[in-house]
């Protein structure tokens, strides 16, 4: 077995995750080299009764009945069987050569622990101009040449959840360090929640195992991105929360870490009127962030200790 | 394992701190018979071959390039040297006994890089001023404690000149890329002139080439630095000139064709820190002017050398 395929999944959208499988039935690389891992995170109706995975010869259902996208990825990687995992949303259409190349990504970058795809977007109405800025926070980000790097200088080396490419083993120190600051599962989505700092906290793990993340050309997906998640409203509670989780984040992974408090008052007054002038509405975008960084602070100084 | 090439320059070297140089090399724990020595003489007024002996080593050599300058000097090794892998060492460089031992595994464990270097920790002959504590950079001083590596440009695992090693198919594309772009060697350091930017140029073509880069904590070297390298007025004028550089790297890359400005921001933000800083910070901004003059004055005067050669061969 080459790698293991884990979708998680919480009260699907039908017409997007069968889209999803169909992409997986395509797959060039052979039925027999992969498995497939179907979590069901919670859903109301069980999805094991109304999905269908006899075509895949290593194909399970699993229902994990903790909410929350870290939940789900914990069973599925407790469960796996390969020294691969390939994390897919239930949004994600992979092109037909995604496993190949990510198999063959693993064999010749042996120094990488996690890596993910070029992401393309989907969109169910036209991307409204004030949107396009911010596309990468959506997690549509297409590459057009390959990054890698030990260390985590900006998002281009970084991937996101979706098609997430990462090695068993990195995933399981993952495991363990999530067991040693159990805070850090609260930072991921769950439900309707819009905090997202688990998929960064998987990749960055590759770090502390001596290993570098990266981003791939050749693995291509596309994003599903429903109308509703191309709102003012949306993208404003998406910024707050990872924002807000990213701080967080960083301070459970180093208890020293807070984030840099601007002495400086006319700074600070010359902020506030750079926001000002903003137009809308970018301005609530930044405003969302700004509010977001407020509450980690607000709960980093509540627990100097971090746990 | 892949067979090194070690070149050192020098010009008008220090002989104590050359000596020490050489011992360092003396002592690699890699046997001799897997590495060459080339130690380039650029133009010193004394030859040096007068004052070293390389007799220890079976396969070492003393190469004269006359024309002065660290660039030529390092083109001209990359032109000559035999191995697989070509390190670069300045002659205040005294590398840790298994410099060049890590060197080969590394390249060899990792066919993904393309140009790394190493830890360089200081020996000062007298301590800098205080308020130079957090600009060591400037003078090649790299205290790493965490390897990092990257395919793209970002300041924390760009590689230095001082004792960096690189694979023979990116010196060769240097050296190509120079000769097809002479305007890359506006930045060559002559003689007491300060400008760099020769490494970000070799980092940038590694990446061309799909190469990683990177700086490494287990290639470990002491950089001797002489008392005159840390006082003020010489800090001052290195920055005035890794300013100008910068502007110049800019231009470079656009081919001459993006003009080197300031924008209102950054007068806006020279102003301030002008007015808020300490004496110190003015003096940078000072500098970080008189940079962006410097740099105007280059390329301008290349550009009118351009077209004066333009000019004449028109005429003829």
Known sequence: ??????????????????????????????????ELLFIDNGSKEHLAESWDLSWHPHAR??????????????????????????????????????????????????????????????????????????????????VNR????????????MPVGAGLCIRKSVAVAHA?????????????????????????????????????????????ITHIIPKARMTVDYLCRLLEGIEYSTHLLRHQRNPNYCPLEENSKSKRWFRAYQVWRLPEPTRSFVQAENRGLARAKAEIAAKPTGI | MPSISVAICTHNPRLDYLSRVLNSLKQQSLPYS??????????????????????????????????LGIASARLRTMREFSGELLVFFDDDNVMAEDYLQRCSELFMKRPDLGAVSGCLMPEYEAQPPEWFAPYESWIAVRRITKSTW??????????????????????????????????????????????????????????????????FAELRILHLIPK???????????????????????????????PIQLSWRMLLRAAYRFVRGNQISRRLVIEELRGFQLARKISRDWTDGQQGTANSKGRL
């Open chain 1, 1 to 34: 077995m080459k790698l293991s395929v884990i979708i998680c999944t919480h009260n699907p959208h039908p017409g997007y995750l069968r889209r999803t499988l169909d992409a997986l039935k395509a797959q060039t690389l052979q039925r027999e080299q992969w």
């Open chain 1, 61 to 142: 259902h699993i229902r994990e009945d903790e909410l929350g996208v870290t939940p789900a990825r914990l069973r599925g990687i407790r469960e796996s069987q390969s020294e691969l995992l390939v994390m897919v949303d239930d949004d994600n259409i992979l092109r037909f050569d995604f496993l190949v190349n990510a198999v063959e990504i693993s064999n010749a970058y042996p120094f990488l622990g996690a890596w993910g795809a070029s992401i393309e977007g989907e969109f169910e109405h036209q991307v409204p101009h004030w949107l396009k800025p911010h596309l990468h926070t959506l997690a549509v980000r297409a």
């Open chain 1, 146 to 157: 390959d990054y890698w790097s030990n260390y985590y200088p900006d998002h281009r080396s």
């Open chain 1, 176 to 220: 363990r360090a999530l067991a040693t600051r159990p805070a850090s599962v609260k930072l991921d989505r769950k439900g309707s929640s819009l905090v997202s700092g688990g998929d960064i906290d998987l990749a960055m793990t590759a770090y502390d195992c001596g290993l570098g993340t990266g981003v791939f050309q050749r693995l291509q």
């Open chain 2, 34 to 67: 897997d590495w060459e020595l080339l130690l380039i003489d650029n133009a010193s007024a004394t030859p040096v071959s007068e004052s070293v002996d390389l007799s220890w080593h079976p396969n070492a050599r003393v190469i004269a390039e006359a024309e």
């Open chain 2, 150 to 215: 990257s395919n793209f440009l970002d300041s924390r695992s760009e590689p230095v000149t001082a004792g960096m090693c690189l694979r023979r198919s990116v010196a060769t594309a240097f050296i190509k890329a120079t000769t097809e772009n002479p305007i890359m060697r506006i930045l060559d350091r002559r003689g007491s002139s300060l400008l760099s930017g020769e490494d970000v140029a070799i980092a940038k073509t590694a990446m061309k080439l799909g190469y990683s880069v990177g700086q």
């Open chain 2, 228 to 258: 005159r390298r840390t006082i003020p007025a010489y800090l001052f004028s290195l920055y005035r000139h890794q300013c100008a550089s910068g502007h110049l790297m800019g231009w470079v890359d656009g081919l001459g064709q993006t």
